[in-house]
């Protein structure tokens, strides 16, 4: 079952520590079919050495487990509920990367303030609320795709626009149209977070990019006039030629 979408998640979550986002087995990454309305996601605490494609675990989107003969991640139930509200990714990851927790930790929204982050980010990379004790005891994984879903939703972001989030005390989550990029938003939201770090440290001066530039770089990789790369709408039309 979805033997090319196992292949897909176990190939992205083997780029987790090769790209330096996950110590041990602390992060995981799914990708979803919709038309079947099954996504695949990694194994419970196996480490990354020993993971194989067929360990891989088959769930729907409520919850359950189809097939797989280990546990899914344990943060199964939030991936669940994004997937049930974000009706356009095609893939979530989740990591504990430093510079994202930090922020997270500081309950501090990453901000724009850089051509780096504006590349893929559609302005600040929000931190939702920290889980009480009562969303806690509840159902933890759950609530926190709740307490996700509920900051986008109060503050009018547009999650195909701004493909991150931090979970405050907690870290970040990430997603995209294919497995394989959402593990590339999580990168780019880690080193994001090291940029906007050191600049909050060099200066107290406002450091946001302006919207402008915000606009040129967004635009220039997103949309229906992106010319950046070999193949987007207008990479062929935007470059001079003899």
Do not use: C
């Amino acid at each position: 079952m979805l033997e090319k979408l196992k292949q897909e998640v176990y190939e992205a979550n083997m780029k987790l520590p090769k790209l330096d986002l996950v110590t041990f087995t602390w992060g995981n990454v799914s990708g979803i079919d919709r038309e079947k309305g099954l996504f695949v996601i990694k194994p419970s605490g196996v480490e990354y050495d020993d993971m194989k494609p067929e360990d891989m675990v088959v769930v729907d989107l409520d919850g359950k487990v189809v097939e797989g003969d280990m546990n899914p991640s344990s943060d199964t139930p939030t991936h669940t509920y994004l997937y049930n509200h974000f009706p356009n990714i095609g893939g979530i990851t989740h990591t504990h990367s430093p510079w994202g927790v930090s922020f997270a930790a500081a309950k501090m929204d990453i901000p724009a303030v850089s051509t780096t982050h504006a590349d893929t980010f559609y302005g600040d990379i929000p931190a939702a609320p920290a889980l009480t004790k009562e969303q806690i005891e509840e159902a933890y994984e759950l609530n926190t795709g709740k307490v996700i879903v509920d900051e986008f939703e109060r503050r009018g972001i547009d999650p195909d626009a701004v493909p991150a989030v931090l979970v405050s005390q907690h870290g970040p989550f990430s997603w995209g149209p294919t497995p394989d990029k959402s593990v590339y938003n999580a990168k780019v939201l880690e080193v994001s977070a090291e940029i906007a770090y050191h600049g909050l440290q060099l200066t107290r001066d406002e450091i946001h990019v302006p919207q402008y530039l915000l606009d040129k770089h967004y635009y220039r990789k997103h949309g229906a006039n992106a010319y950046y790369g070999q193949n987007n709408a207008k990479s062929k039309s935007h470059a001079e030629h003899e």
